[in-house]
T-cell receptor
Framework: DAGVTQSPTHLIKTRGQQVTLRCSPI?????VSWYQQVLGQGPQFIFQ???????GRGNFPDRFSARQFPNYSSELNVNALLLGDSALYLC????????????FGQGTRLTVV | AQTVTQSQPEMSVQEAETVTLSCTYD???????LFWYKQPPSRQMILVIR??????QNATENRFSVNFQKAAKSFSLKISDSQLGDAAMYFC???????????????FGKGTRLSVIA
């Protein structure tokens, strides 16, 4: 079975632009979470979705938004990019909301110049 | 809010030797889950081991074991018979149980970079 897949793997954007990152969870997993990992730090929680509804949000500005589709895949959108948004964005899937086992994708490396 | 602290930014170990990575956490909850994740250069977070706070027995997974001290809020990872493939960033993480929170995100420490010397 395929694991969590994220696309693209790398991305370079200019300040002020908008970006969309994509995540496909493991087959059968209904919950998707997004994390931001700045270089040299641990991942920070951004969003959690379950059954297409937002179930949790971390301490991130409104420039960050996300959604989950009927097939449980998810998109993370970031508007008005800042240099500080440069990071590795990780997607994790799990079977159900609150389930303790989270499986991660390989991430999208976003560089804002 | 819960916090996780990893006080060792970098550690090194000789191949075949044993190394212990430290982690402390702060919480007012009595029940929770603790994890160690490995992040190799491929960037993918891989679950190494997990511990439920209500279980007194320390978790073990092959060469990996933990020393869980609930009263001290300490959760260290011991790697025995270290191998070159163990070289990676290691993150300690905390998660509240479902009934305590509207969402249950993982709270990560800053990580420890482990080097394995041949």
């Amino acid at each position: 079975d395929a694991g969590v897949t994220q696309s693209p793997t790398h991305l370079i954007k200019t300040r002020g632009q908008q970006v969309t990152l994509r995540c496909s969870p493991i087959s059968g997993h209904k919950s998707v979470s997004w994390y931001q990992q700045v270089l040299g730090q641990g991942p920070q929680f951004i969003f959690q979705y379950y059954e297409k509804e937002e179930r949790g949000r971390g301490n991130f500005p409104d420039r960050f938004s996300a959604r989950q589709f009927p097939n449980y895949s998810s998109e993370l959108n970031v508007n008005a990019l800042l240099l500080g948004d440069s990071a590795l964005y990780l997607c994790a899937s799990s079977l159900a909301w609150g389930n303790t086992e989270a499986f991660f994708g390989q991430g999208t490396r976003l560089t804002v110049v | 809010a819960q916090t996780v602290t990893q006080s060792q930014p970098e550690m090194s170990v000789q191949e075949a030797e044993t190394v212990t990575l430290s982690c402390t956490y702060d919480t007012s909850e009595s029940d929770y889950y603790l994890f160690w994740y490995k992040q190799p250069p491929s960037r993918q977070m891989i679950l190494v081991i997990r511990q439920e706070a209500y279980k007194q027995q320390n978790a073990t997974e092959n060469r990996f074991s933990v020393n869980f001290q609930k009263a001290a809020k300490s959760f260290s990872l011991k790697i025995s018979d270290s191998q070159l493939g163990d070289a990676a960033m290691y993150f300690c993480a905390y998660r509240s149980p479902t009934e305590y929170a509207g969402n249950t995100p993982l709270v990560f420490g800053k990580g420890t970079r482990l080097s394995v010397i041949a």
